[in-house]
Nanobody, 119 residues
Framework: QVQVVESGGGLVQPGGSLRLSCAASGFTWAHYAIGWFRQAPGKEREGVSCISTSEGGIYYAASVKGRFTISRDNAKTMVFLQMDSLETEDTAVYYC????????????WGQGTQVTVSS
């Protein structure tokens, strides 16, 4: 059973940094995509970034490009989202999701971790 668990959220001031972690298990690591999504109060869920567990394949939403960096640790089957220069608009619940590349969809989701950017 595919499982993903997020950690690393918290409260940070504008301009600060946080690093989110996503621990994945229950599937063969290769040929998957791991994505970060977020949902702010009163807004729809949006894609933030995703990475292929194989070579290449990184995506960033325009709103975070240049500020967020996604990376993976194949040995630990983990994906990280380094978030720098955080803005109040980044406040949201952040979710990690996994999906097999052939499926074209993220079928397994974590419970989410709260990120609050406030002074």
């Amino acid at each position: 059973q595919v499982q993903v668990v997020e950690s690393g959220g918290g409260l940070v001031q504008p301009g600060g940094s946080l690093r989110l972690s996503c621990a994945a298990s229950g599937f063969t690591w290769a040929h998957y995509a791991i994505g970060w999504f977020r949902q702010a109060p009163g807004k729809e869920r949006e894609g933030v970034s995703c990475i292929s567990t194989s070579e290449g394949g990184i995506y960033y939403a325009a709103s975070v490009k240049g500020r967020f960096t996604i990376s993976r640790d194949n040995a630990k089957t983990m994906v990280f989202l380094q978030m720098d220069s955080l803005e109040t608009e980044d406040t949201a619940v952040y979710y990690c999701a996994a999906g097999h590349l052939d499926s074209g969809a993220f079928g397994s989701w974590g419970q989410g971790t709260q990120v609050t950017v406030s002074s």
